[in-house]
Every structure is written in structure tokens, then in C-alpha cells.
């Protein structure tokens, strides 16, 4: 894949018949490289970005950075592309809110921040708690 971008497959959305085709090809994939492969760390990331790369899948992808869509992806960002007060939620500095943000853990103060503000708000915890599969463990 080098010298592409690696893209995070910890947050992907998709219609109704996407996500299923999708999962449908990663586990095609990896059934095709085991045993080889088991016990392989990030495998799921390498099949994610080899079928985000390849040509042959049939699948409508439309990939976004962080100053295109809806999800921003904060492992390698220094967070100069968002607007300084966090305190309303992360927003970019064209105006637009962010609405799921992956990997906000790399950034402690944010993280700190996010989680208050979740806090502060009970139903928004359950929901938010529920989306994630989490039962009531934030």
C-alpha cells in the first residue's frame, strides 16, 4: 500500500447494503489468508485499507479528511484544524460541528473536556453509551 495513507477503520459508515457487503468481503479476505495470518496485530486495518485500495470490490466509497466530513480521526492530527473552544463540542474553524470524533483519547485535555461535557448530560450519556455497546461503563 505504501506510499498511500493508511486509513483508520475505526469508525465506518455505510447504507444498508454496504456495510453488509463490506463485512462480507473482509471476511472473505481473511479466510483467504488464514492460518497464515492469525494472531497478526492491526490485520483488521490491512484488510480494511487493502479493500479501501483495491479496484475490484464493487463497493461506492467516498473517503473524507478531517476537513470534508462528518468524522475526523484525531490520531495524527495537532488539532489546528478545529476551532480552540471545545466547550460546545469539537467544532472545525470553518463553523462546522463535528458529529463523531475517533480517537480523541490521544489528546488528553480533549478528552478530559469531551467527557465532562458528556457527563453533563444524562441522556445524552445513555445514548452515547448505547451507540457504543457500553451498557453504563462511561
Known amino acids: 500500500l505504501w506510499p ?7 469508525v465506518t459508515l455505510g447504507g444498508a447494503t454496504q456495510i453488509p457487503a463490506y463485512l462480507n468481503l473482509m471476511c472473505a479476505e481473511f479466510i ?3 492460518p497464515q495470518v492469525s494472531y497478526t496485530e492491526y490485520l483488521v486495518q490491512a484488510v ?3 479493500l479501501l485500495y483495491g479496484a475490484c470490490h464493487g463497493l461506492d466509497l467516498q ?6 466530513g462528518s468524522i475526523v480521526n484525531l490520531a495524527t492530527s495537532d488539532l489546528s484544524e478545529f476551532d480552540a473552544d471545545w466547550s460546545g463540542g469539537l467544532r472545525l ?3 462546522r460541528m463535528v458529529s463523531i470524533v475517533h480517537q ?5 485535555e480533549l478528552e478530559r473536556v469531551l467527557l465532562a461535557r458528556l457527563e453533563s448530560n444524562k441522556e445524552r450519556k445513555a445514548a452515547a453509551n448505547a451507540f457504543a455497546g457500553v ?4
Open 4 to 10: 498511500r495513507k493508511v486509513i483508520c477503520s475505526g
Open 63 to 68: 473517503l473524507t479528511d478531517n476537513f470534508q
Open 32 to 34: 483467504q489468508q488464514l
Open 93 to 95: 474553524k470553518n463553523g
Open 135 to 138: 451498557g453504563s461503563q462511561l
Open 48 to 50: 480494511h485499507n487493502k
Open 104 to 108: 480523541y483519547d490521544r489528546h488528553p
